[in-house]
Structure formats: structure tokens, C-alpha cells
Nanobody, 125 residues
């Protein structure tokens, strides 16, 4: 199993920045990517950004491209999500999840078996 702890959420004004952290423990060698998703009230959980734990390649949702940056520190088994130029529509609970199943899409919520507890991000206008 893999355990995750997210931190760094909070309340910020539009245009501001936050940095989220996701610390993984347990069977970390089984992790292929770590992905951030978010879920706004009344909406489905959606893909935000993902990073490979080996090669470090990254992918982003179009809605955050150019504003968010995902990075990793393999020594600490931690992934970060730097969020700049935040907008009210970025308000959501942010979750990180490790993909441990090979040959499945990293974009789909159903392909992840482990989830953190989530961290609330609220952007005021």
C-alpha cells in the first residue's frame, strides 16, 4: 500500500499563489506517476497535473497550463504543485494520487487505488 499526506491548501485572493505538497510513504517503489486531481462542490473529480517518478515528464490540464507547475523530490518521495495566478474557478479540494498500475491512463480517476485526504484551496475574487 501507499499512504499520502497532502498539505499547503488555504484561502488566497485571485492572482495569488499557493504551493501544495504530497508526501508518499509505504510501497513508494511501485509508484509510476503522482497526479493531482481536484474536485469542486457538485462536480466530478478532474485531472490537474501529473509527473513521472522516473523520467520526470509532466502533463497538465489545459485549464492550468502556464499557471501551475508540478515537480518532485524523489529523495523525500514528495511531489509539489506550485499554483500561480490563481482564479476563483480553481477553488476545489485538491487530491494527490499515485498511479501504480502500468499501461493505464494517468488521466482517469478510476485508475488510481490510493488517495490522500485532500486539501482545500479557496480563491476569493
Amino acid at each position: 500500500q501507499v499512504q499520502l499526506v497532502e498539505s499547503g491548501g488555504g484561502l488566497v485572493q485571485a492572482g495569488g499563489s499557493l504551493r501544495l505538497s504530497c508526501a508518499a510513504s509505504g510501497r513508494t517503489l511501485s509508484i509510476i506517476d503522482i497526479t493531482w486531481f481536484r474536485q469542486a462542490p457538485g462536480k466530478e473529480r478532474q485531472f490537474v497535473a501529473s509527473i513521472s517518478m522516473s523520467g520526470g515528464d509532466t502533463v497538465y490540464a489545459d485549464s492550468v497550463k502556464g499557471r501551475f507547475t508540478i515537480s518532485r523530490d524523489n529523495r523525500k518521495n514528495t511531489v509539489y504543485l506550485q499554483m500561480n495566478s490563481l482564479k476563483p474557478e480553481d477553488t476545489a479540494v485538491y487530491y494527490c494520487a499515485p498511479r501504480t498500475r502500468p499501461y493505464v491512463s494517468r488521466y482517469l480517476v478510476g485508475n488510481y487505488d490510493y488517495w490522500g485526504q485532500g486539501t482545500q484551496v479557496t480563491v476569493s475574487s
